[in-house]
């Protein structure tokens, strides 16, 4: 429990900002504890009212030694109190369920937005290692998780702990003896609640692990469904489905066991106790050492006492349950963002020279780029060819810093592109991956995604820039047709090409285009190398290409081959030299 790193402590921490809000609840779950005992202490006294009338003790006090001699205005009088103190039992409960209930749902809103923004924060590699369902499911799930234990549990403890002292306090006002009787099972159910609380914790954390493989295994299936269709894998997966559940119903039964078994064992300590009072205290009773009155708000009272305890066990299970999930969540919230985004911010537009320097770089143990050197003179074209797997892709990905290089720099108008701001300098490229991501809103809104505010006009230019007004056009509802989810309405070309005006609109100072397929039609690649002349006017462009003639007007071409700079020239300077790109040529143009 004393570890820094405790989930409870963390969330309290996390929660400082709401400390007016927890306040305020505490306050009110312990007034309407406190008016929640009353009614056992009217009972009592309405029976010392009846037994010993004129001698009873409101006749004796109502405040120091002013009392009600008359007793029926002692029941009246005790009447009225009655209903003054369910009024204020109601009023209290009322107002801490609001405010537990309110206070759950803010810091779980809080908390999923500061996760999420975090989440975005990371870097690449971080998800390459993680299922998107696991992720999403802590997103979600878990800390939906919060809700339960924040709403009633953490009322319920202070309520025990309240009821017990209030309680006791009566007790040993009462029959100290007595009282030390009632108390004796309480150290046996606190024990007993922890010790289960300590198996649970393991539990329901592998719980949460097996919703989060359930997620992950949904949304990859969900996501291959035209695969699993094409295959008729259908069976195939849906076992992989029925595995993920059914290790979620098995871990859920394995706490299962453990939760249920808390009540039944806290009840036979409440026993103990009660049972010595009802003895006991009857005993004294009749040995006139204690008042009816008396005996009978005891009877009533080590219920209230002992009774209460029971709910521990139900708070410990959602306790663990909501510790679990609030380890995975501020735990996504603790994973070090490793490629910063602060650093300097840049002023205007930058020129769009670049230098890369004996740039190296592996993803994990595996080299992908060696001693890549090459300069890029603001506003020139250069090409990057050659096979599939040279790292081509990998060049401009280091470019965007999606991943930290591991030996040499890049740098960006004679400045490193580690030092700036990551905002900043991603500002200064377009980009237009092999695979981009449209949004499920319309035409207009993928092409302005990025461009916020960008009127209608630019939205066509650019459109026409890149050469979709024509597809546009024949949408039924032009600019307005929504793409459906990641533009599954359109085809692989045509979202290709809104992302590329999407890119146009952004009016970067750096273009990248990494195209994904050499498997483009003349018609098609006459479009790109139109739009591609076009759209490199004025600006520095990077282009990825596996059709040598779509990029054979370059400024410089560079051949890579497992990681390296094999050739770079112009197009007429690479034919001259009669290498592997003069060969590839030969052989795409089928000369060879
Ligand atoms: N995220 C990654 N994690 C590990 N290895 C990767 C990752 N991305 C790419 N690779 C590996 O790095 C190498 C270079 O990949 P890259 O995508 O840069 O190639 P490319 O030249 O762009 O290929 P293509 O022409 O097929 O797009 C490949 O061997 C690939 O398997």
Redesign the pocket.
């Known amino acids: 429990m004393s570890s820094p790193s405790h989930p409870l402590r963390q969330l309290l921490a996390y929660a400082r900002a709401q400390r007016g809000q927890v306040r305020l609840a505490v306050l009110y779950s312990t007034l309407n504890k406190f008016f929640d005992i009353l009614p056992e202490v009217l009972i009592g006294t309405a029976v010392d009212v009846v037994v010993r009338g004129e001698q009873s003790f409101l006749a004796k006090n109502i405040l120091v030694g002013v009392g009600i001699s008359d007793t029926w205005h002692q029941l009246l009088f005790l009447g009225a109190l009655n209903v003054v103190i369910w009024g204020g039992e109601s009023l209290f409960q009322y107002l801490y369920e609001v405010q537990w209930r309110g206070l759950a749902q803010d810091i779980q809103h809080r908390l999923r937005l500061d996760a999420y923004a975090h989440v975005q924060k990371l870097e690449l590699a971080f998800f390459?290692n993680q299922r998107t369902g696991a992720l999403m499911s802590v997103l979600n799930d878990d800390i939906n998780q919060l809700e339960r234990f924040v709403n009633s549990g953490a009322n319920q403890i202070i309520q025990v702990v309240c009821s017990s002292v209030m309680v006791s306090a009566v007790f040993f006002a009462l029959q100290p003896g007595l009282a030390l009787i009632a108390l004796l099972p309480v150290p046996l159910i606190l024990f007993g609640a922890f010790w289960f609380q300590g198996r649970l914790a393991p539990r329901y954390r592998e719980v949460r692990e097996a919703a989060g493989d359930v997620s992950a295994r949904l949304n990859m299936n969900l996501l291959g469904l035209p695969t699993i269709k094409a295959y008729t894998t259908e069976d195939f997966e849906a076992e992989h489905i029925r595995q993920a559940s059914d290790a979620y119903r098995q871990a859920n039964a394995r706490a299962i066991r453990i939760s249920s078994a808390i009540t039944p064992v806290i009840r036979m300590a409440i026993l103990a106790g009660f049972t010595a009072t009802l003895i006991y205290g009857g005993w004294l009773t009749l040995q006139g050492k204690l008042a009816v009155g008396a005996y009978s708000v005891l009877v009533f009272l080590t219920q209230r006492l002992l009774w209460p305890l029971t709910g521990l066990a139900e708070v410990a299970d959602m306790y663990q349950r909501s510790m679990a999930a609030t380890q995975r969540a501020l735990g996504l919230l603790a994973t070090p963002i490793n490629i910063a985004y602060e650093g300097r911010h840049l002023g205007g537009r930058s020129r769009g020279e670049l230098r890369f320097e004996q740039l190296g770089f592996s993803?994990?143990e595996?080299p992908?780029l060696h001693d890549i050197s090459l300069t890029i003179k603001a506003g020139e074209t250069a090409a990057f060819v050659?096979s599939?797997?040279?790292?081509?892709?990998?060049?401009v990905k280091l470019l965007l810093r999606f991943y930290e290089p591991q030996q040499g720099r890049i740098l960006l108008d004679d400045e490193p592109i580690a030092g700036l701001n990551l905002q900043d300098l991603r500002r200064q490229l377009g980009y237009v991956a092999?695979d981009s991501f449209l949004t499920d809103g319309t035409i207009a809104d993928n092409i302005a995604y990025g461009t916020p505010g960008a009127s209608d006009a630019q939205i066509h230019a650019a459109a026409r820039q890149a050469e979709c007004l024509e597809f546009i056009e024949k949408l039924p509802l032009g600019f307005a047709t929504r793409v459906g989810e990641r533009g599954q309405k359109l085809s692989g070309g045509q979202r290709q090409r809104l992302a590329l005006a999407r890119a146009i609109l952004k009016n970067p100072a750096v273009l990248i285009l990494d195209e994904a397929t050499s498997a483009v039609d003349n018609e098609t690649e006459a479009a790109i190398q139109r739009s591609l002349a076009v759209v490199s006017q004025g600006r520095t462009t990077l282009v990825?290409a596996?059709r040598l003639s779509t990029v054979r007007q370059a400024h410089c071409i560079h051949l890579?081959e497992n990681g390296r700079i094999v050739e770079s020239g112009t197009h007429e300077q690479l034919l001259v030299r009669r290498g592997a790109y003069a060969a590839l040529w030969r052989l795409q143009t089928g000369e060879a």
């Open positions: 390459e993803y994990g595996q992908t050659g599939t797997g040279s790292g081509k892709s990998t060049l092999q990825i596996h890579l």
